[in-house]
């Protein structure tokens, strides 16, 4: 009998095992050997992650313009010209844009995660956003054959195009700013609705107007000589949209789908609009026309990478701002009340 242990168990026998156990316990050998791996495992972890975080920065940082000059020069190394018939493009007015500079392949095709990284963060994506949003493609626009081996699902794809970017519910989702869900007419995410993308306009207009009289109310010396301020589209007015697009697919989107999978990438995409394509929650409509209709990056346009948790709480102003909303469709339309 060993102190330190207790008794043995009188069903084990010394001749069978020389473990040696009390109270159903695990010797306290053992338990610090288990501790001490534990501990070793956490720190390599650590330090792997902390490995992984700085290349990742030290990558991003060679794709980032430090100022205006670097921007200037690259911008025209990267000169703007619109698709060709067989180029091929998708849902996302940015992805488009950088095709159209040549920062991805410009026929649209044969993407490599590396090349999406490096482009969005060209772009003004803060580097650990790019590094996860890069990433899902990959995996998500994968096309596995029964027979395939288990490990090859794990296996990302090499290459993506960026029509397969419209991939229903791959990443792709309904109730799109300036797209029609895939199961409404044209029946294609990946084509420019022009008369939907211009609501977001009149929306933004509508609300300028109404504050400039507001303030033209407030003060009489001030004489009526019609709009002088450039018009901005805010948080608000791309919440309102979103919120009208919402009412709209539930109306006449007989597959609409609406999830917390959805949702997340819907609040990511208006963050990036009013953070990485605009700056502050707020969007110039010449920058905004020429995002999404030229799919151009504006002359007088810089990118500014937001901080990683402005684009967060962004993102959570809108998600918060679509349930907010009082936007609703004139009565004659919503033929769901
Ligand atoms: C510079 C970074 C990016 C910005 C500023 C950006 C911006 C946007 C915006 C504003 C939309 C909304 C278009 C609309 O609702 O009509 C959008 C849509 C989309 N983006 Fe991006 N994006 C960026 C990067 C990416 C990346 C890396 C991916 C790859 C996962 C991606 C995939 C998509 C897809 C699939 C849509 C369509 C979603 C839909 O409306 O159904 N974007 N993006």
Redesign the pocket.
Known sequence: MNEKYGTLPSSSSSSTTNTIVTNGRKPSSVKKSFKLLAKLGLIGLSIYLTFQMFSIQQHASQFQPKNQEEWSKIIKEHPYAPPSANDLR??????NTLANHGFLPRDGRNITQKQ?FES?IT???PTFVAHF??K??FSKFKKQHPSDTVMSYLRPLKMVDLKQ?GIHNA???DV????CDTNVPPFD?NRFIPERFERMIQLAKKRQEEQENHVKGLNENIRDQGSQEMLVVSSKDVNDHRKLCWLESIRDNPFFSMGTSQQI?IAG?SA??LE??GQDSAIQEDHLRSFFIDEKIPDNWQPHPPATLKLIKQMWQSFKGVQQSNATLPKDEDKSD
Not at 90 to 95: K, R
Not at 176 to 179: A, D, E, F, I, K
């Open positions: 998708g849902p996302c007015p940015a992805l999406l969005v772009l003004g994506t949003i890069s899902a493609p970017f990443v792709e989702h799109s700013l300036s797209r995410a990438p995409e990036a609009l990485i394509l």
